[in-house]
Structure formats: C-alpha cells, structure tokens
C-alpha cells in the first residue's frame, strides 16, 4: 500500500470556483504535512505546511483529520494561475524520507 | 541567494552508456534528496545524505544507481548501463532538518534525461 495517496484528477473548474482535494495516508506515525505546487515542467515548490488545527493562507486552506488520516487543500475564487499539479507531503516520526503523493492535476477554465 | 541548482538541464544518451548528474544544494543545507520523476508520474524517492551519516540508499531502484555527496556540498547521481526506462527528470532538493523533524524541501529544476 501506498504511504500517500491522491486522487490524480484532473479537476477542471471556472474561475472563481472552490476546489478541494483530499489526500490520505497509512502510516498512523506521520508527523508533518505539505502541499507542494508543480506547474507544467517545472520543479515543485512549497504552498503551504498543513497543522494540526488547519491553517489558512490567503485563498488557501489546510487542513489535517488525525483521526482519518487525511489532509486537505481548499482554493477559494480560483485563478487561471492555480493551474498546476498539487502534491501532497508526508513525513514519518522515524526516518528520513518526504513521500509525495502521485500529485491532483487542476485547471482553471476562463 | 542562490537556490538549488543541477546540471546538466538535460542529458540525451544512447542505451548502455553511463551518465552522471550533478546537483549543488543551497549552502548550509545540510539533507540533500535525490528522486525520479517519469513523465506523469509522482516523485519516486531514491536517495538521501544528512551530513556525515551514512546515506539512506533504500529507493536505488537497482546496482546501476549510485550516488555520492562531498561534505555537505555537490552530489553526483551516477547511472551506468543506461536503459530507456531510466528515462525520466531527475530531481534533487535540499533541506535544513529542524531539531525534532524535517524541514520543507527546496527543489532544483531538474536533469531530463533521454535514454535513446
């Protein structure tokens, strides 16, 4: 089993629509969370560490359920520039590594 | 200041041939991550270095792989007998783990590499 998965998408909405991806994990020993952005061909960077009582930034919103082990992206008023692939981040209590998601594709319709 | 940068940006090689991939973290970053990422695909784990331990090799997909980092500086990711499923962007970050945890990864721009 997959220690993060995501629902690839894609998801395409109109500007100005709400969007959410979900993104679970199995491993009950996680301790952070990420939402990375990766724009077409490019390298992924940082959108946001998600804690444990959500966290807010802008039109984005984290958010972390322990017990159902999943996080949470929301994009408020969407913008032709959220059109990316959002991948979600996962690191254990032990060990070393960052395990990504396979990422959720969105694209902003005009 | 200057992030991570690798070379080459891309690499087009013949089948069997051995190509090596360099990648020069930001300074102080202590972690350094290797990971491959095949064209519509997630980001497949393959290497770590943190200071002076011994690597994690746990994602090296086989004997062909390796990789080496100077102190805490450039790495070098090694692949011999090149075959056309190594064909992929290779990706490198680095990071600045925090006491008691990992801290958020800064990613190159990547080598694409083209096995013909």
């Known amino acids: 089993r997959k220690e993060v998965e995501q629902d690839p998408g894609p998801f395409n909405v109109p500007e100005g629509a709400t969007v959410a991806f979900n993104c679970t994990y199995s491993?009950?020993?996680?301790?952070?969370f990420f939402w990375y952005r990766q724009d077409c061909r490019k390298e992924p960077k940082l959108l946001m560490s998600?804690?444990?009582s959500g966290n807010e930034d802008g039109r984005f919103t984290a958010q972390l359920n322990r017990a159902s082990q999943y996080i949470s992206l929301l994009i408020r008023d969407s913008k032709l520039s959220d059109s990316a692939t959002y991948l979600c981040?996962?690191?254990?209590?032990?060990?070393?590594?960052?395990?990504f998601g396979t990422g959720t594709s969105l694209t902003v319709i005009p | 200041g200057a992030g991570v940068s690798q070379s080459p940006s891309n690499k087009v090689t013949e089948k069997g041939k051995d190509v090596e991939l360099r990648c020069d973290p930001i300074?102080?970053?202590?972690?350094l991550y290797w990971y491959r990422q095949r064209l519509g695909q997630g980001l497949e784990f393959l290497i770590y270095?943190?200071?002076?331990?011994?690597?994690?090799k746990s994602g090296l997909p086989s004997d062909r792989f390796s990789a080496e980092r100077t102190g805490e500086s450039v790495s070098t990711l090694t692949i011999q007998r090149t075959q056309q499923e190594d064909s992929a962007v290779y990706l490198c970050?680095?990071?600045?783990?925090?006491?008691?945890?990992?801290?958020?990864?800064?990613f190159g721009p990547g080598t694409r590499l083209t096995v013909l």
């Open positions: 970050a680095s990071s600045m783990p925090l006491a008691g945890g990992l801290n958020e990864q800064f």
């Open positions: 491993n009950s020993a996680s301790q952070s």
């Open positions: 998600v804690y444990s």
């Open positions: 981040v996962v690191i254990l209590t032990t060990g070393n590594q960052f395990y």
């Open positions: 300074s102080g970053h202590t972690a």
């Open positions: 270095f943190q200071g002076n331990s011994a690597p994690d």
